[in-house]
């Protein structure tokens, strides 16, 4: 209460030197509170006056601004939840080559749960694609994992029947233009993810050949990523996120194959 | 500042009263989204739909709000207007969206913005205030498309996204990282101040 007062008493002050009284006191004025009663003249009207039409203005500019943020928002809310299925529809059938329909399903300890439509709320996902003839094409998988600057998320594809990678696609990088952009631009690095080995073993619990990492020119093996001179950390990066994926999902989908094969939508 | 003539009150904006060139207001949006043509004119039609926005309805309320919370009001305004255009980018694109990051929120705390808002609008009626606010944003964006222009060119060969030199063009990296920013800006304002400089000797001289 005693600071409001002081704060009453200060907005009068300010009143008073704008009609034009003396500048001098400013300091000894402001610095007291609760002393406003011994000034003369009509301060108490004055204050409450203006202290009511202060939080009566900002209370109307306030309304103002909820009314046109919540206009906005319905307005825009279906187009930009459309945008989001779009972006990733389209990049699911960027990553399956043939497919022309995606269905998501919910990943659910180690069952895959079929979904109708694309949620809106987080969770991990995996993305299915068929052709026009409702013919499992192959698994879009999300992967992400902190590059150089930011996280990079990543969307591959995999043939879960072959054990191949089928397509792969940066889908948030804020690396470096012209340096950390190469894991999206090379066009070696991105040729690796045409038909990279994630074969499961003999249990289907484990890959047969865990993917590696290895220096540029020096990966000879189906299951060796090379990283690109100039991107090291983030070709790593993307290394990394891909074999700790593949590690993960790549059982769970031959587990959920039969799931996966008739989940055409 | 008396009111000036309307149409001056949208030319100055432009290059005498230049908010980037001359008054080096919203540096952080012109150094830091400035890389690519797309990016520097999105964010400069988007402070200008701000700015006009804004501005119109400060000047609206202007004999309403009192003077002790006017700059809380201008900027409650101000974040109203960024937060719909946020919106409609997102609804418009969602790679534009992407790309222009958190500079669409950072519109919010651009100082032209509430400069406008302050020094004209808050005293003057609508038309000139929205005059004043079209040609300060025009002015931005014409400053920040410059800047986007040049770097884009020599950082990447290309504009707007079309490759210019073919692919034997050598580009220089640094101009679309952060550095480039600070050379191109400086150059720039090097060359807007000797012009200036040198009307104005032509002018006393």
Same mark, same amino acid.
Request: net charge neutral.
């Given at each position: 209460?005693?600071?409001?007062?002081?704060?009453?008493?200060?907005?009068?002050?300010?009143?008073?030197?704008?009609?034009?009284?003396?500048?001098?006191?400013?300091?000894?004025?402001?610095?007291?509170?609760?002393?406003?009663?011994?000034?003369?003249?009509?301060?108490?009207?004055?204050?409450?006056?203006?202290?009511?039409?202060?939080?009566?203005?900002?209370?109307?500019?306030?309304?103002?601004?909820?009314?046109?943020?919540?206009?906005?928002?319905?307005?825009?809310? /279906?187009?930009?939840?459309?945008?989001?299925?779009?972006?990733?529809? &389209?990049?699911?059938?960027?990553?399956?080559?043939?497919?022309?329909?995606?269905?998501?399903?919910?990943?659910?300890?180690?069952?895959?749960?079929?979904?109708?439509?694309?949620?809106?709320?987080?969770?991990?996902?995996?993305?299915?694609?068929?052709?026009?003839?409702?013919?499992?094409?192959?698994?879009?998988?999300?992967?992400?994992?902190?590059?150089?600057?930011?996280?990079?998320?990543?969307?591959?594809?995999?043939?879960? &029947? &072959?054990?191949?990678?089928?397509?792969?696609?940066?889908?948030?990088? &804020?690396?470096?233009?012209?340096?950390?952009?190469?894991?999206?631009?090379?066009?070696?690095?991105?040729?690796?993810?045409?038909?990279?080995?994630?074969?499961?073993?003999?249990?289907?619990?484990?890959?047969?050949?865990?993917?590696?990492?290895?220096?540029?020119?020096?990966?000879?093996?189906?299951?060796?990523?090379?990283?690109?001179?100039?991107?090291?950390?983030?070709?790593?990066?993307?290394?990394?996120?891909?074999?700790?994926?593949?590690?993960?999902?790549?059982?769970?989908?031959?587990?959920?194959?039969?799931?996966? /094969?008739?989940?055409?939508? | 500042?008396?009111?000036?003539?309307?149409?001056?009150?949208?030319?100055?904006?432009?290059?005498?009263?230049?908010?980037?060139?001359?008054?080096?207001?919203?540096?952080?949006?012109?150094?830091?989204?400035?890389?690519?043509?797309?990016?520097?004119?999105? *964010?400069?039609?988007?402070? #200008?739909?701000?700015?006009? *926005?804004?501005?119109?309805?400060?000047?609206?309320?202007?004999?309403?709000?009192?003077?002790?919370?006017?700059?809380?009001?201008?900027? *409650?305004?101000?974040?109203?207007?960024? #937060?719909?255009?946020?919106?409609?980018?997102?609804?418009?694109?969602?790679?534009?969206?992407?790309?222009?990051?958190?500079?669409?929120?950072?519109?919010?705390?651009?100082?032209?913005?509430?400069?406008?808002?302050?020094?004209?609008?808050?005293?003057?009626?609508?038309?000139?205030?929205?005059?004043?606010?079209?040609? #300060?944003?025009?002015?931005? #964006?014409?400053?920040?498309?410059?800047?986007?222009?040049?770097?884009?060119?020599?950082?990447?060969?290309?504009?707007?996204?079309?490759?210019?030199?073919?692919?034997?063009?050598?580009?220089?990296?640094? *101009?679309?990282?952060?550095?480039?920013?600070?050379?191109?800006?400086?150059?720039?304002?090097?060359?807007?101040?000797?012009?200036?400089?040198?009307?104005?000797?032509?002018?006393?001289?």
């Amino acid at each position: 209460m005693r600071h409001s007062l002081g704060f009453y008493h200060r907005v009068y002050y300010i009143a008073a030197t704008e009609s034009g009284s003396s500048a001098g006191s400013s300091a000894r004025d402001t610095g007291s509170a609760g002393g406003s009663s011994a000034k003369g003249g009509t301060p108490k009207t004055i204050e409450s006056a203006s202290a009511l039409s202060m939080v009566r203005t900002m209370g109307v500019v306030a309304a103002l601004s909820g009314l046109l943020i919540v206009g906005t928002f319905q307005l825009t809310a /279906e187009r930009i939840r459309l945008n989001r299925v779009e972006q990733l529809k &389209k990049a699911v059938l960027a990553v399956v080559p043939g497919a022309e329909t995606m269905r998501v399903f919910e990943v659910e300890g180690r069952q895959l749960r079929p979904l109708d439509g694309v949620p809106s709320t987080p969770g991990r996902r995996v993305y299915a694609g068929y052709d026009g003839s409702g013919v499992f094409r192959g698994v879009a998988v999300p992967a992400a994992g902190m590059g150089f600057a930011d996280i990079i998320r990543v969307l591959y594809g995999v043939d879960p &029947k &072959k054990g191949e990678v089928i397509g792969y696609q940066v889908l948030e990088t &804020k690396e470096t233009p012209g340096l950390g952009d190469k894991i999206f631009k090379d066009a070696d690095f991105l040729a690796t993810f045409d038909g990279l080995d994630v074969r499961l073993d003999a249990s289907g619990e484990a890959l047969a050949h865990p993917l590696e990492i290895v220096k540029p020119g020096e990966g000879a093996q189906g299951w060796q990523i090379e990283t690109i001179t100039g991107a090291t950390v983030s070709s790593s990066a993307v290394g990394r996120m891909m074999q700790e994926s593949t590690a993960r999902d790549m059982p769970l989908l031959a587990r959920n194959l039969d799931a996966l /094969e008739g989940g055409a939508p | 500042m008396s009111a000036p003539a309307t149409t001056d009150a949208f030319l100055k904006g432009l290059w005498r009263e230049n908010p980037v060139f001359v008054y080096l207001l919203g540096m952080c949006p012109v150094l830091a989204v400035s890389n690519s043509v797309i990016n520097a004119v999105s *964010m400069g039609l988007a402070s #200008t739909f701000v700015l006009v *926005m804004s501005s119109a309805l400060v000047s609206l309320l202007r004999n309403f709000i009192p003077k002790q919370v006017r700059i809380a009001a201008y900027i *409650m305004i101000i974040a109203t207007f960024v #937060t719909v255009i946020d919106y409609l980018i997102q609804a418009i694109s969602l790679e534009l969206y992407a790309a222009l990051g958190a500079f669409i929120q950072l519109i919010v705390v651009n100082c032209m913005i509430l400069g406008r808002a302050e020094s004209f609008a808050s005293r003057n009626p609508i038309g000139p205030s929205i005059l004043d606010a079209l040609g #300060t944003g025009v002015g931005f #964006t014409v400053a920040i498309f410059c800047m986007g222009a040049i770097r884009e060119i020599l950082g990447n060969g290309s504009f707007a996204g079309i490759d210019l030199f073919g692919p034997h063009f050598e580009p220089w990296i640094v *101009m679309i990282l952060p550095g480039g920013g600070f050379f191109v800006l400086g150059a720039l304002l090097l060359g807007v101040n000797a012009l200036n400089q040198r009307r104005k000797a032509a002018d006393h001289g």
